[in-house]
């Protein structure tokens, strides 16, 4: 297991310089025409895939890093350039993630070149969990599926799906068994132009237009039974555990990991946001001298630099978590989300107020980052439902009673726990050569003064 760290390697500021150097030549200069026109920003997909963001071994390899760090780092860097294109980029992830999660290994060797194609051949693929009269609750899935004979059928509508209707691959998460609530849930494959499954309407939005979201039917959607995540077997056991009261939802682990990364989205946006209002303030004169001379400026955006870092420390230590199969105690993952999606708003909203009239109109960018900041208190669970996750822990004892960190993993013997930093040999050995030095001379206490600095 790594252990959780700041300290980036040079791979991962390789990452970042590769990232940001495609959010700021290529994805910038093509924001506004794709926010103004609403289309999937195809030709920014396939430029991606040249560069080596779009294919399923690249995010394999950000999720397995142990560090926890690499994804989060591309995915700020991604959304710094634009919301809605750095969705439609990686969207196919969330897909792959709930795969990874749920499926077998056989099923993501065959599904997951499917949903991201090569260059000039470009695939998409969605996650379809959230219903019309649901939203974030899960335990209020309408969507069911029902086996025949070899096959699946599902019937059912999704909203709020991001590829929905153009993906390629679909992942469906359905009701198989109504009286076990969320833990009688399942997974399942409908690849493109299935019968059964169609478009209902594409969603005008708020914002991320850049990303194409629609409303899905599944009316005697039939698909083979393989397309089962995880298959038969895996299934039946999950719902005799759960028939015992054990087990958890099939949709549960995926937003486990998906939490942190929308954390690290609307990080990106968060970060755009501050950097423009802060530039902008030290440029813009008022009264004869720059606005950020005034507390009036400079004080909310002293607040924002402060809880853009907490709200990426947190995203970090979610990230490592999750990474390394740490459980989140006390809702840690949605912590990160809960504090990037508000800090995110936040942010947006202070550079429209520090831009002024520019602010609110579409010269400058800052109103399309408002727009696409709201989104990340909404979607993989409201703020509401953040809180609700968090509130729920409330009443462990074990992940009240004690911070975090007394619960994390690590040495827990060996020569460490005797001698280490703090330790009681230590802190005596520290005492006795104390008690020493009164009677060395003073050439003596320089050395042991320079050699007892701390970090010599």
Request: glycine share 10%.
């Amino acid at each position: 297991m790594s252990a959780f760290t700041l300290e980036l390697t040079p791979a991962h500021h390789e990452l970042i310089r590769r990232t940001h150097a495609f959010a700021e030549d290529v994805i910038r200069p093509a924001a506004a025409k794709y926010d103004a026109a609403e289309e999937c920003p195809w030709e920014i997909v396939d430029r991606a895939a040249q560069e080596g963001f779009y294919n399923a071994l690249f995010y394999a390899d950000l999720i397995s890093d142990p560090t926890g760090l690499s994804l989060p780092l591309f995915l700020e860097e991604m959304f710094w350039g634009c919301a809605g294109i750095g969705l439609t980029v990686v969207l196919p992830a969330l897909a792959l993630s709930a795969l990874n999660q749920a499926g077998t290994p056989e099923q993501l060797a065959r599904w997951a070149p499917e949903m991201f194609g090569e260059s000039g051949d470009i695939k998409l693929a969605a996650l379809a969990v959230s219903e019309p009269q649901g939203g974030s609750d899960v335990a209020n899935l309408q969507t069911r599926a029902r086996k025949e004979g070899d096959e699946w059928v599902l019937d059912g509508e999704k909203i709020w799906i991001g590829n929905g209707g153009i993906a390629d691959v679909t992942i469906v998460n359905a009701v198989v068994d109504p009286e076990l609530g969320t833990k009688g849930q399942a997974m399942f494959v409908v690849p493109k132009d299935t019968p059964g499954m169609e478009q209902v309407r594409r969603l005008r939005k708020l914002g991320h237009r850049a990303s194409h979201t629609a409303e899905l039917r599944f009316e005697d959607c039939r698909i083979p039974s393989e397309h089962l995540l995880g298959g038969e077997d895996k299934l039946e056991h999950k719902l005799e555990k759960a028939r015992r009261g054990e087990g958890k939802p099939a949709a549960l682990g995926t937003f486990e990991q998906t939490r942190p990364m929308v954390a690290a989205m609307a990080l990106g946006v968060a970060r755009a946001s501050f950097e423009y209002a802060c530039s902008y303030a030290r440029e813009r004169e008022a009264f004869g001298s720059p606005i950020i001379d005034n507390q009036g400026v400079s004080f909310p955006l002293a607040d924002l630099a402060a809880d853009i870092d907490a709200a990426r420390l947190l995203t970090w230590r979610a990230s490592w978590m999750a990474a390394n199969g740490v459980p989140f105690q006390a809702g840690e993952g949605s912590m990160s989300k809960l504090k990037a999606s508000e800090v995110a708003v936040r942010a947006a909203e202070q550079a429209v107020q520090t831009c002024g009239g520019w602010g609110y109109v579409d010269d400058l960018p800052v109103e399309k980052w408002y727009r696409d900041a709201k989104l990340y208190t909404i979607f993989e669970g409201t703020s509401e439902i953040q809180r609700m996750v968090i509130g729920r822990t409330l009443n462990d004892p074990e992940a009240t009673d004690t911070p975090l960190h007394h619960h994390l993993p690590g040495d827990r013997g060996g020569v460490s726990r005797k001698f280490g930093h703090g330790s009681l040999a230590r802190a005596r050995a520290g005492g006795a050569l104390m008690n020493l030095a009164k009677k060395a001379p003073d050439s003596v206490l320089r050395l042991g003064g320079k050699l007892a600095s701390p970090g010599t």
